[in-house]
């Protein structure tokens, strides 16, 4: 495979399949891997994973990239014990994924799998690459046995035997790619394995949003952003006229015959975006959020027993204060998100609401676009990957608010294009000195927002792959 193109013998296209024992529209990685695997290295692309979300429309649309749906492990068996899952989801998952790897599509010339899942994906996709003859890559974006810990405990038997599937599989891959240094090293040391780095970069749909698109994105949501959790909110107070004479103004905008404008006493945009899951702990944002409450009240001198219509009627005046109200959108979907939902309705707050919901893949990158700020609650379970969401945001030229663990400066540019936080306390801490003075007059926030635009700047994932992914693909493909 050498310049834009790869025929085979008899002027057959090059052909990869794509693997992801997961939806694939919540596996934006593997997308974009399709999607340079496409437009890049010209070759078809076959993607075989679970459905759920929809994928970015660059996908559907693409002529070369051909979706196979799989069908979920149904829920209602999730009734069944505990012990009985863990042995025959995997056996049901296994033969699925060699029916639709040997049988339904395509003899690919190379497979990429995600890992994790590690279990039965590895141990499928090998089979596979050994029957139709094809190269095997593995695309580390963090250990399985660690995720597997979180609900089991690392003590555990079948924790153990699935580090072993993982470990033994993922060295007989032909090729592998991880997301950090530190993965690598890891790798390298200790499962012997050589694996290249390809960090994850943003796509450029993920791009600043200008004020045009800000304000159409504001009205699509506009229901949605007034709309409290609970029976009212600082946000939801006061807004029944908004957006009622054609969509002219919104919670953030006004359209005032062809010009369009920030409200200055519109709420600061906070975006966090999460799975829901043990291994981002979303109470950490709750009790900061109730921090930056109580916080910013005794700054101000307001007795305890000040109503909180006080302070909305005041807001809804227009008075502009020294602190804004703050509105937290957390986005994505994942098992714990009831749970939190519910102690969001039960908090009294008077500077702080929160909106939660599902976007669509072309609406998500403007929504980070439009904020002032980002939160990150991943703390990774190995220690050994980075966030996702958080190269989106910086793609966005949106400034973070990030967990601190082992690597991710890495990624987050202390006090450049972002802060680090280890407690809700530290986290309230920030948001009160960042917002202090809030629209016009938080230089904090300001020298944070420089920083992160700058890096949207800088690499974006099609560099990033043509240098570190394609010679690779390039190398393996040719031993076959």
């Known amino acids: 495979m050498a310049g834009r193109s790869k025929e085979k013998e008899g002027g057959r296209r090059g052909r990869a399949c794509v693997v992801v024992l997961g939806d694939i529209g919540r596996s934006p990685r593997m997308q974009y891997h399709a999607l340079s695997l496409a437009n890049q290295a010209s070759l078809e692309v076959d993607i075989v994973a679970y459905g759920g979300s929809e994928p970015h429309g660059a996908l559907l649309v693409n002529p070369s990239i051909h979706l196979y749906i799989m069908k979920q492990w149904p ?83 079948f924790v153990s035997l699935y580090k072993w599937f993982e470990k033994h599989y993922g060295k007989m891959a032909d090729a592998s790619l991880c997301v950090t240094r530190a993965m690598q090293h890891e790798l390298a040391q200790n499962w012997g394995i050589n ?79 999460t799975s829901w899951t043990p291994d981002e702990d979303f ?104 966030p996702m969401k958080v190269v989106d945001m910086f793609g966005c030229g949106l400034p973070v608010c990030a967990v601190s663990y082992s690597c991710i400066k890495e990624l987050v540019r202390v006090d450049k294009n972002g802060i680090l936080f280890s407690s809700s306390s530290e986290l309230a801490d920030e948001l009160v000195m960042l917002f202090k003075g809030f629209p016009d007059e938080c230089d904090a926030l300001k020298i944070l927002k420089n920083g992160a635009l700058e890096t949207s700047s800088s690499t974006r994932w099609a560099t990033e792959w043509e240098e570190h992914a394609k010679p690779l693909i390039n190398k393996v493909v040719s031993r076959f």
């Not at 000040?306 to 957390?330: A, T």
């Open 75 to 157: 829920t209602a068996r999730q009734s069944l014990p505990r012990i009985l899952i863990l042995l025959l989801k995997p056996l049901v998952q296994f033969f699925t994924l060699l029916w639709f790897l040997c049988i339904k599509v395509p003899s690919p010339d190379i497979f990429i799998v995600q890992n994790p899942p590690s279990v039965p994906t590895l141990v499928a996709v090998k089979w596979a690459s050994w029957l139709r003859n094809s190269s095997f890559v593995v695309d580390w974006h963090n250990f399985g046995y660690t995720l597997l810990g979180l609900s089991l405990g690392r003590n555990s038997h």
């Open 195 to 273: 694996a290249t780095v390809l960090y994850d970069q943003p796509p450029d749909f993920f791009h600043p949003t200008s004020l045009e698109e800000r304000h159409k994105l504001f009205c699509r949501l506009n229901k949605e952003l007034c709309q409290p959790l609970g029976f009212r909110d600082c946000v939801s107070n006061g807004t029944s006229l908004i957006g009622s004479h054609g969509q002219n103004e919104t919670l953030f905008t006004n359209e005032v015959g062809p010009d369009i404008y920030l409200k200055r006493n519109r709420p600061a945009l906070v975006v966090s975006s």
């Open 283 to 386: 109470g950490i944002l709750l009790e900061a959020a109730v921090m930056y409450d109580r916080r910013v009240a005794a700054i101000l001198g307001e007795d305890d027993s000040l109503d909180e219509d006080v302070v909305w009627k005041e807001i809804s005046d227009g008075k502009q204060c020294l602190y804004p109200r703050l509105l937290f959108i957390i986005t994505g979907k994942g098992p714990e998100k009831e749970k939190y939902e519910a102690k969001i309705k039960r908090l009294k707050l008077k500077r702080v609401a929160f909106r939660t919901m599902w976007l669509s893949a072309e609406d998500y990158p403007l929504l980070l676009g439009s904020a002032d700020l980002g939160v990150c609650l991943h703390t990774s379970s190995s220690g050994l990957d980075l």
